[in-house]
């Protein structure tokens, strides 16, 4: 990416984005690459960062082990294997191994199910392979602590073998010759030393001549002598010899070893650099986790469309303080290229021109940004910028000479794939003059098509972008009643500077701010004052609007719990509608259980009897007679409890009983010889000749 000037990326803060990365980095390879943190412009390049960065952030919040454990810096080392005729020693071998065996860790991991699950994260060892026979040869030679086994070769084997028989031969014979000047009185209170490797005996300085041997020095305070005795002089040679040969094969060993795992270096270079990748990696996620930051929609087009989108310092620094952080949601493309941005002053328009600039630059770089993932972000090519005061005393340019040669770059170079901040355009000549040339610098710029922000106190450019295709007005609301800024971006319209409210407030002399009032001319004041209403106006009508979908929710989560108990009840209705069911099968089958009964007698009396008119009156009686008695069952008994049968017609709203199941209701509508009866919560259509009217007996009837 096309910068300018040099130090744009120090006016967005994003040198302590890359602080902050640093300190996430646990190996040399992340570090460095987070310190030269480069800003990209290939799609392909940045989606797979970005993708890279979002996968590790999910393994991270689901709680997964990725095996990225290896943080030692072994880079020259891997450099001297490389060389031929190198030897690497025991310790630095220790640490290939580990290197070797993280790796092995790193490719068993991506089984078959995360590298579907993980495909960018996999994508870092997709050009690599583990090779097993480096850990082989290493552990042929070495133990786990990194020292040489003594079958690393069958010379070695038989050197220690010597060297153990030599030692407990010199022990023994150094223990007796001990043992013996202990008893003369000659051995001082340290008995033994070494010199030079070899094993001396410690005497009084006045018994030194009395012992034969080697004098191979004195105490600091020369009272005692160290002596290699007579007995040991050969025993300690052919010690000292053997180990200069097992010194010798140990070397002869790690420089085969090295000879043999040179051809590896590369490999091995290839897993220092994975096993750095994949550090820098989790340390975007964990800085992405820190910021809420998410992975936005990307696309090779210069536009944005940010919601919800947070100034990543800004959000870490009152995350830490406890205060909350207001979000910014804008549009940038074809149709709005460029947002003047107007508003009081510490309103909050320099931070939201920031917030847009750092997060661009971030989604660049590979980074998460603190955005809702439902954004869009486009790649830009160029990033011009500029913020503050640019007096440069070096070529002695004012302030606004500065300025315009600012905007002389910007104009001669912005493209279409340009992003530009440009912060109080005009400012710093005459209001009249610099509003003329701001309007001629936003004209260029739109023309083109190059995006961007301006922040402004001039009304020429609020009037101008209300009239100009592709400039578009914003503002920052201000609580005027309590004099404080609320930080939060308005799309679509022009915003006050509150000059003379912030005056009144702060307790300037009424006379003076009048006379101020005067000076300025009635149409700007006019429109000011307008403004001004106009913003407090929408405030009001965004609280309003605010409490109208606090309103919404509440009467829609009482909608759902009413139809969750209209449910209920119908339910319970139905389940007490089929119980009386049940109940009057099962007594219409008792019935019938004892009319078969009563016949199966008369059958039986009817072969036994000769006289049959008998049996045939007992079957008059059973079958017409029978009729006549009303079974009456529990409900029709609870009902007549309560309710008295009428003699009158039924109509609309009468109170009528039904005589099949003896449930009660109210009659709300009559369609000609039918009627809708509302029973509990249902409704139900009944003929007419099923009912039977009725009223409700007072409580001391029903008790009764």
């Given at each position: 990416?096309r910068?300018?000037?040099?130090?744009a990326?120090?006016q967005?803060?994003?040198d302590?984005?890359?602080?902050?990365?640093?300190?996430?980095?646990?190996t040399?390879?992340?570090?460095?690459?987070?310190n030269?943190?480069?800003?990209?412009?290939?799609?392909?390049?940045?989606?797979?960062?970005?993708?890279?960065a979002?996968?590790?952030?999910?393994v991270?919040?689901?709680g997964?082990?990725?095996?990225s454990?290896?943080?030692?810096?072994?880079?020259?080392d891997?450099?001297?294997?490389?060389?031929?005729?190198?030897m690497?020693?025991?310790?630095?071998?220790?640490?290939?191994?580990?290197?070797?065996?993280?790796?092995?860790?790193?490719?068993?991991?991506?089984?078959?199910?995360r590298?579907?699950?993980?495909?960018?994260?996999?994508?870092?060892?997709?050009?690599?392979?583990?090779?097993?026979?480096?850990?082989?040869?290493?552990?042929?030679?070495?133990?786990?602590?990194?020292?040489?086994?003594?079958?690393?070769?069958?010379e070695?084997?038989k050197?220690?073998?010597?060297?153990?028989?030599?030692?407990?031969?010199?022990r023994?014979?150094f223990?007796?010759?001990?043992?013996?000047?202990?008893?003369?009185?000659?051995?001082a209170?340290?008995?033994?030393?070494?010199?030079?490797?070899?094993?001396?005996?410690?005497?009084?300085?006045?018994?030194?001549?009395?012992?034969?041997?080697?004098?191979?020095g004195?105490s600091?305070?020369?009272?005692?002598?160290?002596?290699?005795?007579?007995?040991?002089?050969?025993?300690?040679?052919?010690?000292?010899?053997?180990?200069?040969?097992e010194?010798?094969?140990i070397?002869?060993?790690?420089?085969?070893?090295?000879a043999k795992?040179?051809?590896?270096?590369?490999l091995?270079?290839?897993?220092?650099a994975i096993?750095?990748?994949?550090?820098?990696?989790?340390a975007?996620?964990?800085?992405?986790?820190?910021?809420?930051?998410?992975?936005?929609?990307?696309?090779?087009?210069a536009?944005?469309?940010?919601?919800n989108?947070?100034?990543?310092?800004?959000?870490l620094?009152?995350k830490?303080?406890?205060?909350?952080?207001?979000?910014?949601?804008?549009?940038l493309?074809?149709?709005s290229?460029?947002?003047?941005?107007?508003?009081?002053?510490?309103?909050?328009k320099?931070?939201?021109?920031?917030?847009?600039?750092l997060?661009?630059?971030?989604?660049?770089?590979?980074?998460?940004?603190?955005?809702?993932?439902?954004?869009?972000?486009?790649?830009?090519?160029?990033l011009?910028?500029?913020?503050?005061?640019?007096?440069?005393?070096?070529?002695?340019?004012?302030?606004?000479?500065?300025?315009?040669?600012?905007?002389?770059?910007?104009?001669?170079?912005?493209?279409?794939?340009?992003?530009?901040?440009?912060?109080?355009?005009?400012?710093?000549?005459d209001?009249?003059l610099?509003?003329?040339f701001?309007?001629?610098?936003?004209e260029?710029?739109?023309?083109?098509?190059?995006?961007?922000?301006?922040?402004?106190?001039?009304?020429?450019?609020?009037?101008?972008?209300?009239?100009?295709?592709?400039?578009?007005?914003a503002?920052?609301?201000f609580?005027?009643?309590?004099?404080?800024?609320?930080?939060?971006?308005?799309?679509?319209?022009?915003?006050?500077?509150?000059?003379?409210?912030?005056?009144?407030?702060?307790?300037?002399?009424?006379?003076l701010?009048n006379?101020?009032?005067k000076?300025?001319?009635?149409?700007?004041?006019?429109?000011?004052?307008?403004?001004?209403?106009?913003?407090?106006?929408?405030?009001?009508?965004?609280?309003?609007?605010?409490?109208?979908h606090?309103?919404?929710?509440?009467?829609?989560?009482?909608?759902?719990?009413?139809?969750?108990?209209?449910?209920?009840?119908?339910?319970?209705?139905?389940?007490?509608?089929?119980?009386?069911q049940?109940?009057i099968?099962?007594?219409?089958?008792?019935?019938l259980?004892?009319?078969?009964?009563?016949?199966?007698?008369?059958?039986?009396?009817?072969?036994?009897?000769?006289?049959?008119?008998?049996?045939?009156?007992?079957?008059?009686?059973?079958?017409?007679?029978?009729?006549?008695?009303?079974?009456?069952?529990?409900?029709?008994?609870?009902?007549?409890l309560?309710y008295?049968?009428?003699?009158?017609?039924?109509?609309t709203?009468?109170?009528?009983k039904?005589?099949?199941?003896?449930?009660?209701g109210?009659v709300?509508?009559?369609?000609?010889?039918?009627?809708?009866?509302?029973?509990g919560?249902?409704?139900?259509?009944?003929?007419?000749?099923?009912?039977?009217?009725?009223?409700?007996?007072?409580?001391?009837?029903?008790?009764?």
């Open positions: 990416m910068l300018y000037p040099e130090s990326l120090t967005l803060e994003f302590k984005i890359k602080s902050l990365l640093a300190g996430h980095c646990k040399a390879h992340a570090q460095q690459k987070a030269e943190l480069r800003i990209h412009t290939r799609k392909e390049y940045i989606e797979l960062e970005l993708k890279q979002a996968e590790y952030k999910l991270l919040q689901s997964q082990y990725f095996p454990d290896f943080m030692l810096n072994i880079a020259k891997l450099t001297l294997l490389g060389i031929p005729g190198a690497l020693g025991g310790e630095q071998w220790v640490n290939i191994r580990r290197l070797t065996e993280n790796t092995s860790t790193v490719f068993r991991w991506f089984d078959t199910e590298r579907e699950a993980f495909p960018a994260l996999a994508q870092v060892i997709a050009g690599s392979y583990y090779e097993k026979v480096i850990v082989e040869l290493i552990n042929e030679v070495l133990d786990e602590h990194g020292n040489i086994k003594d079958t690393a070769s069958p070695l084997q050197i220690r073998m010597s060297l153990f028989r030599k030692r407990n031969e010199l023994r014979v223990e007796k010759v001990i043992a013996r000047l202990a008893k003369a009185g000659y051995t209170d340290i008995n033994e030393s070494f010199s030079n490797g070899r094993r001396v005996v410690a005497v009084f300085s006045e018994h030194k001549r009395q012992v034969k041997g080697i004098l191979h004195e600091d305070s020369r009272k005692t002598a160290f002596l290699e005795p007579e007995e040991t002089i050969e025993l300690n040679n052919d010690v000292f010899a053997l180990e200069n040969d010194s010798r094969e070397q002869r060993i790690l420089r085969e070893l090295t795992l040179s051809v590896y270096a590369p091995l270079q290839q897993y220092l096993a750095g990748e994949y550090d820098f990696i989790r975007k996620a964990r800085l992405a986790i820190d910021m809420n930051a998410n992975m936005p929609a990307l696309t090779d087009k536009q944005i469309q940010l919601i989108a947070f100034h990543p310092l800004l959000f620094y009152n830490v303080s406890g205060k909350p952080t207001i979000p910014v949601n804008l549009s493309n074809d149709k290229r460029i947002l003047v941005i107007s508003g009081p002053n510490a309103g909050g320099t931070v939201t021109m920031k917030t847009i600039g997060n661009q630059v971030m989604v660049q770089s590979g980074l998460l940004v603190p955005v809702h993932p439902d954004s869009e972000m486009g790649i830009f090519k160029q011009f910028i500029h913020i503050g005061d640019t007096q440069n005393l070096e070529f002695e340019l004012s302030t606004y000479s500065s300025h315009l040669l600012h905007m002389k770059h910007f104009i001669e170079t912005a493209n279409g794939r340009t992003l530009f901040f440009i912060d109080e355009l005009g400012s710093g000549s209001p009249n610099g509003g003329a701001a309007e001629v610098i936003m260029e710029l739109s023309r083109r098509h190059a995006l961007g922000i301006v922040t402004t106190h001039y009304l020429n450019l609020k009037v101008m972008a209300n009239h100009t295709q592709g400039i578009v007005n503002a920052m609301q609580d005027e009643v309590n004099l404080q800024p609320m930080y939060k971006l308005i799309i679509g319209k022009p915003g006050s500077s509150y000059t003379f409210a912030i005056a009144e407030r702060i307790g300037l002399p009424q006379h701010i006379r101020a009032r000076l300025v001319d009635e149409d700007h004041f006019r429109l000011d004052r307008l403004l001004n209403r106009t913003e407090q106006d929408l405030q009001q009508l965004d609280k309003e609007k605010k409490q109208l606090q309103l919404l929710r509440e009467n829609e989560k009482l909608k759902k719990e009413m139809e969750v108990v209209l449910d209920k009840e119908r339910h319970r209705q139905q389940i007490d509608i089929l119980k009386n049940n109940r099968t099962e007594e219409r089958l008792a019935y259980k004892d009319m078969e009964r009563k016949l199966r007698q008369i059958v039986l009396d009817w072969k036994k009897n000769e006289d049959k008119n008998d049996v045939i009156r007992n079957l008059q009686t059973l079958l017409f007679k029978g009729k006549e008695q009303v079974v009456v069952n529990k409900l029709a008994k609870k009902v007549d309560r008295k049968e009428l003699a009158g017609e039924i109509a709203g009468s109170l009528v039904l005589k099949k199941n003896y449930q009660v109210e709300k509508e009559i369609r000609g010889k039918r009627a809708i009866v509302q029973i919560a249902l409704p139900m259509n009944v003929d007419l000749a099923d009912l039977v009217p009725v009223e409700k007996l007072p409580p001391a009837a029903d008790q009764k």
